[in-house]
């Protein structure tokens, strides 16, 4: 078990660009979920996945977001034309989902918009 | 829908004192309970849970908390606060049914001074 993992762990870059992050859950979890954490706050929901499927979205979720689980394993989440208040922590986070579905948390991809 | 209420977004105690942080929600079923911990630009550890059964659950770092029904509370204590400990906490609620999706509160910054 090594855990989750984003990468990259930093991203700068300017308004209007596009970004891609990377989520590897751990092996045997088949449920993902992404958050977005702002300076003083909580982290707050922004899609799920059960296997590939995609079954929620917040309204957070903006038509410049997207997310995808191909063949169910690790994840990517893409900003088109990025705006400054996309500036933020991405944090991704997997399950099992069975039992209580306890989320183990990766240590965050923060970007930066200049 | 759910809520969080964290009272106090920073807390300060010393060295070897106790450690209360406060944490309410709402909900509109019985719901499960977190409190995690996150260190500077690092993702979240879980620290405990409550799902049903003993109110009173013990976690990591001999930290513990209370579910009490009637209050609606679930208070994070540890007896003697060690340097380490320094961190922010978040509680969090999640409803059984569904993805069981998690809703966090703003969080409380620990800070211990020696």
């Known amino acids: 078990d090594t855990g989750v993992s984003q990468d990259p762990r930093h991203k700068i870059t300017k308004r209007g660009q596009n970004v891609t992050f990377r989520c590897d859950p751990i092996s045997e979890h088949n449920r993902l979920y992404w958050y977005r954490q702002t300076l003083g706050q909580g982290p707050e929901f922004l899609t799920y996945?059960?296997?590939?499927?995609?079954?929620?979205k917040s309204r957070l979720l903006s038509d410049r977001f997207s997310a995808e689980r191909p063949k169910g394993s690790f994840s990517t989440l893409e900003i088109q034309r990025t705006e400054q208040g996309d500036s933020a922590m991405y944090l991704c986070?997997?399950?099992?989902?069975?039992?209580?579905?306890?989320?183990?948390f990766g240590p965050g991809t923060r970007l930066t918009v200049t | 829908a759910q809520s969080v209420t964290q009272l106090g977004s920073h807390v300060s105690v010393s060295e070897g004192a106790l450690v209360l942080l406060r944490c309410n929600y709402s909900s509109s079923v019985p719901p499960y309970l977190f409190w995690y911990v996150q260190y500077p630009n690092q993702g979240l550890q879980l620290l405990l849970k409550?799902?049903?059964?003993?109110?009173l659950v013990k976690g990591i770092n001999g930290f513990e908390a209370e579910f009490k029904k009637s209050e609606t509370s679930f208070h994070l204590t540890k007896p003697s606060a060690h340097m380490s400990d320094a961190a922010e906490y978040f509680c969090a609620v999640s409803d059984p049914g569904g993805y069981q999706k998690v809703t966090f509160g703003t969080g409380t910054k620990l800070q211990v001074i020696p």
């Open positions: 986070a997997s399950s099992t989902g069975t039992g209580v579905w306890e989320q183990y």
């Open positions: 409550y799902t049903t059964g003993a109110t």
């Open positions: 996945f059960q296997n590939e499927a995609q079954l929620e």
